[in-house]
């Protein structure tokens, strides 16, 4: 894996937000819109989470399984790429990328026993299958960093070991959202100190005009961190239902 960020696919393949902003054809023909896209990108990184949490795998495998999900829905439908499927089998991928090997067949037993609804359920032929499809959709770029990279030292140099808690607690809200596609890791890492510091009410001013770092995007990537927790308290589990309604059941 590439060590420098900067070097790396995963700066390489940085988007715009209009980019990533783009319903599918496909999904829109099936009335899917832009917030319906969202929510299912959200509430399919809540399933990633659940099933992570009962085959015992780190954070970061979490993380890089919702990102590759995200970055599929940059190139391909939800139509083609049915996301109760494409979850699982990302999370399956991720933990091979990240040495934590998981067995599709316990990812199975815990989708059958957790999800009573026939379209979650699947089979690990289907797992290994949608895994080489999401392979090629991401041109087998499997690198992602993550801002956890360095957030234990931002936390520590900027004075917020107290907060060390919250920060990664934001770090890990952020993937509920498209940022790790949009921006470099770290910079997200310091919008999320930026915003511990704000919730603690610590003026770190002058440590972050030290990092000669771009404030307005630091604080722009804050914003949305905070605009996003305010849209999520708006969610229901009634728009999130209405949302995948609109998906068909996996043929």
Not at 23 to 49: C, Q, S
Not at 128 to 149: C, D, G, Q, S, T
Not at 178 to 189: A, E, K, R, T
Request: proline share 2%; hydrophobic share 45%.
């Amino acid at each position: 894996m590439a060590t420098n960020f900067w070097a790396s696919t995963h700066y390489k393949i940085l988007l715009d937000q209009e980019e990533v902003d783009v319903v599918p054809n496909l999904d829109r023909e099936r009335g899917i819109t832009l917030d319906d896209f969202k929510l299912i990108k959200l509430h399919m990184t809540n399933y990633i989470a659940k099933l992570a949490q009962n085959v015992k795998v780190r954070q970061r495998v979490v993380a890089t399984a919702v990102t590759y999900m995200r970055r599929v829905y940059t190139r391909k439908s939800m139509t083609e790429y049915d996301p109760r499927l494409l979850a699982p089998s990302c999370l399956y991928l991720a933990a091979k990328s990240e040495e934590s090997t998981v067995q599709a067949r316990l990812l199975v037993f815990y989708i059958k026993k957790f999800y009573a609804d026939e379209k979650y359920r699947c089979e690990i032929k289907e797992i290994l299958e949608m895994e080489m499809k999401i392979l090629e959709a991401l041109n087998y770029y499997l690198v992602v960093f993550h801002p956890y990279r360095a957030l234990s030292q931002l936390v520590q140099d900027a004075g917020m070991s107290d907060a060390t808690q919250l920060t990664w607690g934001l770090v890990n809200d952020t993937y509920k959202t498209d940022l790790i596609l949009v921006h470099p890791p770290h910079l997200i890492g310091l919008a999320c100190v930026y915003v511990a510091s704000v919730l603690k009410e610590k003026d770190n001013t002058a440590w972050f005009e030290d990092l000669r770092v771009d404030m307005n995007v630091v604080k722009n990537i804050a914003m949305e961190i905070l605009d996003f927790y305010d849209a999520h308290k708006m969610i229901t589990e009634d728009r999130v239902n209405a949302a995948m309604h609109k998906l068909t059941m996996r043929t």
